[in-house]
């Protein structure tokens, strides 16, 4: 059968469908390049960046990656880490401890081990490494006993809460073999917490990824510095602001490590004590205290039932033998703000609730008490983030409780009556 003629009409309607998807694969290309060209821009410029950080960067800094991502924990310390943060000059050794020296895992026969978990007040947030609890604490035990090799590792992580403490713990604890663990408590401890358990492979391969960022590029200083900024700027809020300001701060402190060290709140000087009388007669008039039903709002906290488990946790662990554990509230008084005195103001009860809690079967002190005694102006930032003497006063307190009434229990050859797992002490 002949062909028969495409009639006109069919004939342009091809022509221009063929142009049509013609156009459509040009658009296609030209988009393919613009992209493969913005992303090549994004790389050179983000190269561009880092090459010229490394090129101003100074010495004195050390090196980046303060924090390592960690598929469970979020963020650990990065081994081997020297450099600043929050201000003072920090090293952190290759267990992932803040401390200054080096160990082998293995102990000797005299060597009593105590591993401290905690939070940026345990770590020693603006302290020096000489002022931190933990290292005085270790001080005062060779005083007491120079004939035992005691080994107080510091291994607190700013930013922690009891969850991530927990799962710290479950990582290294049976590798570091601790003779006893004490569990620095802050009050802000109870926010989001989690389930604490095992990770899937796309978080750890995520977290890898994220440790190699953190400890190999320069310049995420800059970028975190450019979102804070940004971030304050388009909300306003006051802790963004802060956090660009001890940016700020911790640049000028960088001209002179002495400058730290030299700091008048650095320096462990004597303090004075108040009697039982002083301490009964204090007023503060008209002063702020706990907002009513606190409690309460603890209890709405998203992560307090995680907070709750992780307790129990632990405290399941030192009732079974696992570990030791010892609770340590790092809890002070509320300032009166017209005179040189610590006030309750709601805040005793406060520290009740928490001792009740973490006591529950398992040792707990608080400095609660031994601040009352004190006086602010010569606790710097007792309340927050201690340096210098508030420091002192905390290794003061628990080295006497563990002195009188754990380490004679642990050291123990045979059980003693007086040994008791709810042992809680309120100063």
């Known amino acids: 059968m002949p062909l028969q003629p495409v009639p006109a009409a069919r004939q342009t309607h091809l022509r221009v469908r063929s142009e049509m998807t013609a156009t459509r694969r040009t658009r296609v290309r030209l988009a393919g390049l613009s992209a493969f060209a913005t992303v090549l821009a994004l790389v050179a410029g983000a190269a561009g960046v880092e090459l010229w950080t490394r090129l101003t960067w100074q010495p004195l800094k050390g090196v980046p990656g303060f924090f390592l991502s960690d598929p469970v924990r979020i963020q650990r310390l990065a081994p081997g880490y020297v450099g600043w943060f929050a201000g003072v000059p920090v090293r952190i050794n290759q267990l992932e401890l803040r401390d200054d020296r080096e160990y082998r895992l293995g102990k000797n026969a005299n060597t009593f081990r105590i591993l401290v978990l905690g939070d940026s007040v345990t770590f020693g947030h603006g302290s020096v490494y000489e002022h931190t609890y ?43 073999q601790p003779d006893l663990v004490v569990v620095g408590f802050f009050w802000n401890d109870v926010a989001d917490n989690f389930r604490v358990g095992e990770p899937g492979r796309v978080a750890r ?143 005793a009860e406060l520290d009740r609730f928490y001792l009740t809690i973490l006591g529950d079967g398992t040792p707990a002190v608080s400095t609660y008490g031994e601040f009352r005694r004190l006086r602010p102006s010569q606790m710097p930032m007792a309340s927050g983030h201690a340096i210098g003497n508030s420091n002192v006063v905390k290794a003061g307190v628990l080295f006497d409780y563990l002195r009188r009434e754990v380490l004679p229990c642990v050291q123990a050859s045979a059980p003693r009556p007086e040994c008791r797992n709810d042992q809680t002490l309120t100063r």
């Not at 270790?138 to 035992?148: G, I, M, T």
């Not at 107080?152 to 403490?165: D, F, H, L, R």
């Not at 909300?235 to 002495?258: F, G, I, Q």
């Open 205 to 347: 391969t995520a977290s890898a990824v994220l440790s190699s960022v953190y400890r190999h590029v320069y310049s995420i200083e800059l970028y975190k510095r450019a979102y804070l900024q940004l971030a304050w700027k388009l909300s306003s809020s006051n802790s963004y602001r802060l956090r660009v300001e001890h940016l700020a701060e911790e640049k000028d402190l960088l001209a002179d490590v002495r400058q730290v060290r030299d700091l008048e709140d650095q320096q462990l000087t004597p303090f004075e004590r108040l009697t039982d009388a002083e301490v009964a007669s204090i007023r503060c008039a008209d002063a702020p205290g706990l907002a009513p039903g606190w409690n309460a709002a603890l209890k709405r906290e998203r992560g307090w039932p995680y907070w709750l488990e992780a307790v129990r946790r632990l405290q399941e662990m030192n009732r079974r033998g696992a570990y030791r554990v010892v609770f340590f509230l790092n809890m002070a008084p509320l300032v009166c703000p017209t005179s040189d005195v610590f006030y309750d103001g709601g805040s």
């Open 134 to 176: 933990p290292h005085l604490l270790e001080q005062r035990l060779r005083r007491w006993r120079p004939d035992v090799d005691w080994q107080v590792w510091n291994a607190a992580v700013p930013g922690y809460n009891t969850s991530q403490e927990l799962a710290q713990l479950l990582q290294i604890g049976p590798t570091f």
